[in-house]
């Protein structure tokens, strides 16, 4: 990750005053946007992967035909989906509704819930790389030699020659890259394969340690910053 990573858009529109008013809003908030006329064309870019935002000018013929695509897509992290529409319709797989006509107001406070979503996924499936060689005592207290790959707000990855378990806890002290600290950790095994790779979740972490964790992760977050007021 850099500096300059900003959040991916696809804005699905052919109404000048939809595109207008969002396309600046999404500037503001350094949200890079690729335009779309149709949604034919917005579920090929969809299957390359790195959309976090899909902003669709609502059609009642075409734009439920999209959220299918999404909904069956293979992709680990769904995009936000946000709907401009002429009325309040709930509309099952979108997650923020704006209201037409658009105004830079009601724009804004849409794409600003829409942020804090994006976020929060972000910061949950995000992992950063730490290679720590590691003594683990897992079932039966037997210690084996483990290197924790990378870690993230709910697990880390690991790899071992040792045999593991589907669910086996494993304990273990993890210093982290510039802290002073090395935080303490509880986490089960969710899933392994044969070349000896692994993903835990975390299962136990003492408070002052997870404080630390979190502070750690949130300075390794380099999501660029949007021109826009913006507090997290």
Not at 91 to 110: A, D, W, Y
Not at 142 to 158: A, F, M, N, Y
Not at 206 to 211: C, I, Q, R, V
Request: hydrophobic letters at 40%; one cysteine or more.
């Amino acid at each position: 990750m850099t500096p300059e990573m900003a959040f991916e858009c696809l804005l699905v529109s052919h109404d000048p005053a939809v595109f207008c008013t969002m396309h600046r809003i999404l500037k503001d908030f350094s949200i890079a946007t690729n335009i779309c006329l149709s949604t034919s064309k917005a579920t090929d870019l969809l299957e390359e992967g790195s959309t976090d935002l899909i902003v669709i000018d609502w059609d009642p013929e075409s734009s439920p035909e999209l959220l299918q695509e999404i909904s069956k897509s293979l992709l680990k992290q769904k995009p936000t989906v946000l709907a401009v529409a002429s009325d309040d319709q709930v509309v099952p797989g979108v997650h923020v509704l704006v209201r037409k006509p658009i105004t830079p107001e009601s724009g804004t406070h849409s794409i600003r819930t829409a942020y804090s979503r994006m976020l929060m996924d972000f910061r949950k499936h995000v992992r950063y790389a730490v290679m720590a060689e590691v003594y683990a005592t897992g079932a039966r207290n037997r210690t084996l030699p483990v290197i924790v790959g990378d870690i993230g707000e709910g697990g880390v990855g690991i790899r071992t020659k040792e045999k593991l378990s589907i669910g086996e806890v494993l304990s273990f002290v993890l210093p982290l890259p510039g802290t002073a600290k090395e935080i303490s950790i509880q986490a089960r095994v969710l899933w392994t394969r044969p070349y000896g790779i692994g993903g835990c979740q975390f299962v136990r972490i003492p408070p002052s340690d997870l404080e630390i964790l979190n502070e750690w992760l949130i300075s390794r977050c380099r999501i660029k910053t949007p021109l826009v007021g913006w507090t997290d």
